[in-house]
């Protein structure tokens, strides 16, 4: 005989099973199909009723978290221990039963037949027992579904990932206001002190180096060590010395200072807010931290709406979010689409090879895509699971890069062998096949080669002298050509002057 615990919206109930009920998932459909068998096969033995929707609740929270109410206790302790009941008990839950066996040493029992039992006493609950109507325990059901949906949202705000969503998107908002503020500080002190705007180079300095300097002439009496390093401060102090820059007022010197300020608070407040969300994302999304970074599943989980969301798309969809522009556009053009995203920034593609970022978004999307599910559905995610893939992830980028950067033993990669094409046949030489003779053959063939490479010369010679001799007579020619030409230019030049002269005369 079996003992069975069932817990309704209205109380715990306990039943026990007539004698040579078997436990088979096959024959359950068949022993509860009606309320007359089901009756016969198990029989109510006790009843613990709640007494409001407090008590049910904490029952119910108690029973999902597998742990022992004191309702339950008590009604284990008065239905079974104390009566020397030695039946086993059949629980809905193994990890409550573990705890009932450990704390009131009731043996439990939980399997797939213990599934389908209760499975058939939760489909005649209505007939099991008596004096509750159906239309009490379904008002029961949804009161009870309410106030746990209710105490879920008050009491895990670690799991409302909204504030993760609204930190990333400040954040990203305070770094362009800081980025404006301290390099309109920069220009306007620059004005006063140009030099020390390559001496210093980080905005926070630049801007508490302001506020406690103020004028550059109280420079030198100024102790700048809490703010820049000793030898930047030897710089700033000798820059100030010889300093180019124009004079300026207490009044002009009073804005900037302001500004200053400013510019040192938010960057104060970015501070604290970073903070804030690398707390709110270790415990929101741990193993999403680990494979991506904080900034970075943050901005997955803003761009996706919610960590439900980002769980729901499929791996090649995180690998490209943030650059849905980029892909439209390749489509449109029929380019290549882009390989990442947001996941760019993440540090496995930033320290990846160039050749080999789009390979290891891939597989980092894939990766955060897995992280991001069992942070969304695990009832208590933690980092274990992240920090396994995360080595599978560094060990798939060193096998990358060592294939890339690797050199072989015997100067080839391993594989199949490739087989060379056979040359064409050459053509058979018959003169090989004689022996006698032979070696005439070959002095004729050699005396015939050169008195055709003599003849050849010979008649290459002779072009080349007959060209020379043309050359010779062309030039000749066109120098009596010339010579011809200068006469008779001289003539009429002479023929000019006489009749200039006879036409002056007269």
């Not at 309704?8 to 078997?22: E, H, M, N, S, V």
């Not at 490479?453 to 020619?477: A, H, I, L, N, R």
Request: charged content about 30%; glycine content about 6%.
């Amino acid at each position: 005989m079996v003992l069975v615990l069932f817990e309704t919206a209205a109380g715990y109930a306990l039943f026990k099973a007539k004698k040579g009920l078997k436990l088979k998932a096959e024959d359950m459909h068949s022993t509860f199909a009606t309320p007359e068998l089901a009756q016969e096969a198990v029989k109510l033995k006790g009843f613990c009723k709640f007494k409001n929707t407090t008590d049910a609740l904490s029952s119910a929270t108690a029973s999902i978290e597998g742990k022992m109410s004191k309702a339950l206790k008590k009604f284990v302790q008065t239905s079974i221990v104390d009566k020397g009941i030695q039946e086993e008990l059949a629980v809905s839950d193994a990890k409550l039963g573990k705890v009932i066996q450990s704390k009131l040493g009731v043996k439990c029992v939980h399997d797939s037949a213990v599934a389908e039992l209760m499975r058939g006493v939760r489909s005649q609950i209505d007939n099991l027992i008596t004096g509750l109507r159906t239309e009490d325990l379904s008002a029961m059901q949804l009161g009870l579904s309410h106030s746990l949906s209710r105490y879920k949202l008050k009491f895990s705000p670690d799991k409302v990932d909204t504030m993760i969503v609204q930190a990333i998107s400040l954040l990203d908002d305070l770094d362009k206001e800081l980025n404006t503020y301290a390099m309109r500080v920069r220009e306007w002190y620059g004005w006063h002190f140009p030099e020390m705007g390559k001496i210093v180079t980080d905005n926070l300095a630049y801007a508490r180096t302001v506020q406690k300097m103020g004028l550059r002439t109280s420079c030198a009496s100024t102790d700048l060590s809490d703010i820049l390093p000793e030898e930047i401060e030897a710089e700033v102090k000798e820059a100030a010395e010889i300093s180019m820059g124009t004079e300026i007022s207490e009044n002009d010197l009073m804005n900037i200072q302001y500004l200053a300020e400013q510019v040192v608070s938010i960057s104060e407040y970015r501070g604290q807010l970073y903070d804030y969300l690398k707390n709110r994302m270790n415990a929101i999304a741990p193993n999403l931290t680990v494979m991506v970074g904080e900034q970075v599943g943050a901005r997955l989980i803003a761009h996706s709406g919610s960590l439900l969301n980002l769980a729901k798309h499929p791996a090649s969809t995180v690998q490209i979010l943030g650059a849905e522009k980029a892909l439209f556009r390749a489509l449109k053009t029929k380019s290549d689409t882009p390989k990442y995203g947001l996941l760019y920034h993440a540090s496995v593609v930033g320290q990846s090879q160039p050749k080999n970022k789009g390979k290891m978004s891939r597989v980092l999307a894939a990766k955060a895509v897995l992280m991001a599910r069992f942070d969304a559905f695990a009832e208590e995610p933690n980092m274990e699971i992240g920090l396994e893939y995360r080595g599978k992830v560094d060990a798939r980028q060193r096998q990358l890069e060592g294939i890339e950067t690797s050199v072989f033993k015997g100067g080839s990669k391993p594989g199949p062998a490739k087989v060379a094409a056979p040359a064409t046949p050459k053509a058979y030489a018959t003169d090989g096949d004689s022996t006698i003779g032979g070696g005439d053959a070959k002095k004729k063939s050699k005396k015939d080669k050169k008195d055709k490479e003599s003849k050849k010369s010979s008649k290459g010679d002779k072009d080349e002298k007959k060209k020379s001799k043309k050359d010779k007579k062309d030039k000749e020619q066109s120098k009596k050509r010339k010579a011809e030409d200068d006469a008779d230019e001289g003539a009429d030049k002479k023929e000019k002057k006489k009749k200039s002269k006879k036409a002056k005369k007269e």
